[in-house]
Every structure is written in C-alpha cells, then in structure tokens.
C-alpha cells in the first residue's frame, strides 16, 4: 500500500522517517493542492480539524473530494463535543484547538459539497462507561470522548460499507452519547421506581392481610372472654345451691 502522512511539526517528521514512514513536512491543505484529481483511495485526519477554522475546513474537505477517486473514503477523527468535560475543559488544554465540530453540521457540509453519504459514530468512552447507568456521573465521565465522521463519494460503495458489510463497525470502540446515557439514567431510574412500586404495593397487600388477621384474633380474643365470662357465671349459679345447703346444714 502506498501510504504517504502530512505533519506541520519538523521533529515529528524526522521521527517518522526515523522509522522509514513516508512523511512529508508542511501544511495540510497548502499540499493536498498539488495532488493529482482522483489519486487517492482514503484520505484520514486524526484529531487534526478541531485545528482549522471553519473556512479551512472547508476548503480541506473540497480539496479531499477532489482528489479522492470515486469509491474513495474520507476518514475525521476529533474531540467530541458531546462530551461535557471535552467540550468545555479538555479540549482547551491544547491552546491550538480552536474549532468546536458539530457532527451534524459537518455531515451536512461534506454531503452539500458532493459526498454521496457521511455518518459519524461516538467511540473512545470515558473511564466510566461500565459503570452504573444510574451514577449521574457517567454522564460526565463515561460517555464518548471521540468522534469519528466517514464520507464516501460513490454510491456503491457507500452502501456497501454502511448497509452492506458493517461488521468493520464492531472494532469502533463505540460509545454512549451524552444523551445515550442520560436515556439510560432515566430508564433505569424509572424502571428502578416501577420496582419500588411494586414492593410498596405487595407490602400494603401484606399489611391488610394481617391487619385482616389481627382483626379475626381480636374478634376471637373477644369471643373467648366472653365464653370465659359466660362459664364463670354458669358456675357461680351452678354452685349457688350447694352453697346455701352447706349453711343450712352446718347450722
């Protein structure tokens, strides 16, 4: 395969060609213009873009169009702004990052400039992606940190890899969505709650059964003083002759 890699840093050139990668030293787009029409098979760019302004961007991805023969693919990988502590503290830790991408947006950008079809996938989950559905945390810290954007220009190929043969997908390391998470929160909160529900339910069951019972014991706890209070009357007016005989026999 006939690979070649642009890079802007010189130091990372000379490591590449250290270890005998094809590397050309410059700036991305100023030397995707000098590439022949329909030359190259996939065009990737792995956390590259969040680096270029969006008429930059636009002009890479009108370049790679051009030079992507037409069963060719494009390949974008980038910080995911779906992710709330990506978006709002990670990605300024790299002071060059200064584009913000919108899948949807760009989706639509490089099928309004001519791709036949883009789609994105969230991948690269946070350190608590496997945890609990119902920690509020994992919708800050386990949702995808990454997003990858696929653009084919063909229309064969592009149903071949997205409807076709999409078991290329099972190596994506594909992750929740923030709202994917939260869904899952909500879900499981709620299906936690119908739980709960029902114990509550089956427990008032439970305490009309034995407050039923409690009152069949009390009722035969009232019929028993009774019998008792009966039999002690029928004694005493059964013993009442003999009592009065004893008196008159002892006098």
């Keep these: 395969v006939d690979i070649k890699g642009i890079e802007k840093n010189i130091n990372m050139v000379n490591l590449c060609k250290k270890n005998n990668l094809n590397v050309i030293h410059g700036d991305a787009i100023n030397l995707l213009k000098n590439f022949d029409s329909e030359s190259l098979s996939v065009i990737t760019a792995f956390h590259v873009i969040e680096h270029m302004s969006v008429?930059?961007?636009?002009?890479?991805?009108?370049?790679?169009?051009?030079?992507?023969?037409?069963?060719?693919?494009?390949?974008?990988?980038?910080?995911?702004?779906?992710?709330?502590?990506?978006?709002?503290?990670?990605?300024?830790?790299?002071?060059?990052?200064?584009?913000?991408?919108?899948?949807?947006?760009?989706?639509?950008?490089?099928?309004?400039?001519?791709?036949?079809?883009?789609?994105?996938?969230?991948?690269n989950g946070g350190p608590l992606q496997a945890a609990s559905p119902l920690k509020m945390t994992?919708?800050?810290?386990?949702?995808?940190?990454?997003?990858?954007?696929?653009?084919?220009?063909?229309?064969?190929?592009?149903?071949?890899?997205f409807e076709t043969n999409t078991c290329w997908k099972s190596a994506l390391n594909i992750a929740p969505s923030t709202l994917e998470a939260a869904t899952d929160f909500d879900f499981e909160r709620d299906q936690n709650f119908v739980a709960y529900t029902e114990k509550i339910k089956d427990l008032e069951t439970q305490l009309l059964?034995?407050?039923?019972?409690?009152?069949?014991?009390?009722?035969?706890?009232?019929?028993?003083?009774?019998?008792?209070?009966?039999?002690?009357?029928?004694?005493?007016?059964?013993?009442?002759p003999y009592i009065i005989f004893k008196k008159i026999f002892l006098l």
């Design 55 to 123: 008429s930059q961007l636009k002009e890479l991805i009108i370049i790679c169009k051009r030079i992507l023969k037409p069963n060719g693919i494009l390949i974008f990988e980038t910080p995911s702004i779906d992710n709330l502590l990506v978006s709002t503290k990670l990605f300024y830790l790299d002071d060059t990052h200064i584009n913000h991408i919108n899948p949807d947006g760009l989706t639509f950008s490089l099928e309004n400039i001519g791709f036949y079809k883009a789609e994105y996938y969230y991948i």
């Design 209 to 240: 059964h034995l407050s039923s019972n409690s009152l069949r014991i009390e009722q035969g706890l009232n019929l028993l003083r009774d019998q008792i209070r009966f039999s002690l009357i029928l004694g005493n007016i059964v013993s009442f």
């Design 138 to 161: 994992r919708i800050l810290n386990g949702v995808a940190q990454d997003l990858l954007l696929i653009a084919c220009k063909d229309k064969s190929i592009s149903r071949l890899l």
